[in-house]
């Protein structure tokens, strides 16, 4: 009797496996900083030129200091800021103007003062009222005298003051404006920004910022 073949029992069928479809990790982080650096800003810098440069190496700090200490405006001329010359003078006439106005107000008080105060005395009758002195055209007695006295040499006073504060302005004007004509903005000083990538495992980044800064 014949065999006949079993047609019930198959061969196991083997299928192929499917290829890994994430992308090696090499690869993923090179697309990702592909397109972070498209996105990328471009850095503006200020370009100097070598002329401009060599003039502003020329600007010492200590030396228009020392200029203005000597002479009012002689730092800011050093410093090729010409144009701050006659608002400093005009500053210094401008003081100069009141104390001139303010002292002599005061000593003609002072004189109308002491010429009521050197009067005799009227007996039985108020000092107060009988020394008199006419100053500006009119008559005013010690009390009056010895308030505008005061007054008037209280006012030159701090006009002094302002003056000598103004003085100090102009020194300082002179150091800090030749410190900011030499600060260096050339790319050899220059804060770059980017938009970065920071791993936080093997296959996953987050976004950040990179900062850096480049000196001299």
């Known amino acids: ?43 503006d810098t200020l370009t ?20 203005s200490v000597i ?36 000593q003609e008080y002072l004189a109308g003062y002491q010429e009521a105060y050197n009067l005799k005395t009227v007996p039985g009758q108020d000092p107060g009222r009988t020394k008199t002195a006419i100053v500006k055209g009119r008559e005013l007695n010690l009390n009056q005298l010895k308030q505008g006295t005061d007054f008037w040499r209280r006012w030159r006073d701090y006009n002094y003051i302002f003056t000598a504060l103004f003085y100090g302005l102009n020194i300082v004007d002179a150091n800090v404006s030749a410190h900011l004509k030499t ?6 000083l220059t804060l770059k920004y980017a938009p970065t990538l920071i791993p936080t495992s093997a296959v996953s980044f987050v976004p950040g910022i990179k900062l850096t800064m480049v000196i001299k």
């Open 71 to 106: 002479l009012p405006g002689w730092g800011q001329f050093y410093n090729r800021q010409k144009w701050k010359i006659p608002v400093i003078y005009a500053g210094f006439g401008t003081f100069a103007y009141f104390i001139i106005t303010y002292t002599g107000n005061y």
């Open 48 to 67: 100097v030129s070598a002329a401009a440069q060599a003039e502003i190496n020329k600007i010492i700090p200590k030396k228009a200091t020392i200029r």
């Open 1 to 43: 009797m014949a065999q006949t073949t079993d047609t019930t029992r198959q061969r196991p069928v083997i299928r192929p496996t499917p290829p890994d479809t994430l992308p090696p990790v090499d690869s993923a982080a090179n697309d990702m900083e592909e397109l972070v650096d498209s996105l990328a800003p471009a850095v």
């Open 183 to 188: 600060f260096d903005v050339s790319d050899s």
